[in-house]
T-cell receptor, first 115, second 116 residues
Framework: AQSVAQPEDQVNVAEGNPLTVKCTYS??????LFWYVQYPNRGLQFLLK??????LVKGSYGFEAEFNKSQTSFHLKKPSALVSDSALYFC?????????????FGTGTLLAVQP | EAQVTQNPRYLITVTGKKLTVTCSQN?????MSWYRQDPGLGLRQIYY???????DKGDVPEGYKVSRKEKRNFPLILESPSPNQTSLYFC???????????????FGEGSRLTVL
């Protein structure tokens, strides 16, 4: 069965420091991987996705993620955190063999960036 | 502006009183889906629709109904709400993933439902 794990409920980082939000997945075959961000009282916004190709994927707002097949990971990164990056981040996986666009989401990681 | 619109955004109701949460998208997307978000559980799919008149169950369909009579609308119906359906609900839509490459999911702003 497909699954996604976000091992940290919360990540704290100081503004200007690099940030990493971790995600590992379990799926047969080559996965399609996504990161979404949720700001308070808002819906989820797409950040980036990995389908195939270069393992380093660049997305919105200066975020990037690295696909590591051997470690089954897709960690979200940003070189320099901003206070405005504080939000709830979700990793998601889609089974490429599936006929639907169903995403399996992790439980979310709350990113808190301190000034 | 491309968007997914849900209504109502907030609702408090009582057990057993039927309610409908509407969802409408203006992107001509074939695929639409409902998720619920609960603390510690992330988002779980309730129902989805591949196109008009084509719907199917997701992972947590019990207590919910949907319909897809028009391409743009995908209402979520709670015939007899119960307190365990208190949750934050999201509607999402995307292009039809027929070529194997998933279209990006666009989400609505969410509907927070409380069932007393």
């Amino acid at each position: 069965a497909q699954s996604v794990a976000q091992p940290e409920d919360q990540v704290n980082v100081a503004e200007g420091n690099p940030l990493t939000v971790k995600c590992t997945y379990s799926v047969s075959g080559n996965p399609y991987l996504f990161w979404y961000v949720q700001y308070p009282n808002r819906g989820l916004q797409f950040l980036l996705k990995y389908i195939t190709g270069d393992n380093l994927v660049k997305g919105s707002y200066g975020f990037e993620a690295e696909f590591n097949k051997s470690q089954t990971s897709f960690h979200l990164k940003k070189p320099s955190a901003l206070v405005s990056d504080s939000a709830l981040y979700f990793c998601a996986v889609r089974d490429p063999r599936g006929a639907t666009n169903k995403l399996i989401f992790g439980t979310g990681t709350l990113l808190a960036v301190q000034p | 502006e491309a968007q997914v619109t849900q209504n109502p955004r907030y609702l408090i109701t009582v057990t057993g009183k039927k309610l409908t949460v509407t969802c409408s998208q203006n992107m001509n997307h074939e695929y639409m889906s409902w998720y619920r978000q609960d603390p510690g559980l992330g988002l779980r799919q309730i129902y989805y629709s591949m196109n008009v008149e084509v719907t199917d169950k997701g992972d947590v369909p019990e207590g919910y109904k949907v319909s897809r009579k028009e391409k743009r609308n995908f209402p979520l119906i709670l015939e007899s709400p119960s307190p365990n359906q208190t949750s934050l609900y999201f509607c999402a839509s995307s292009n039809y993933p027929g070529n194997g490459r998933p279209g990006e999911l666009f989400f609505g702003e969410g509907s927070r439902l409380t069932v007393l």
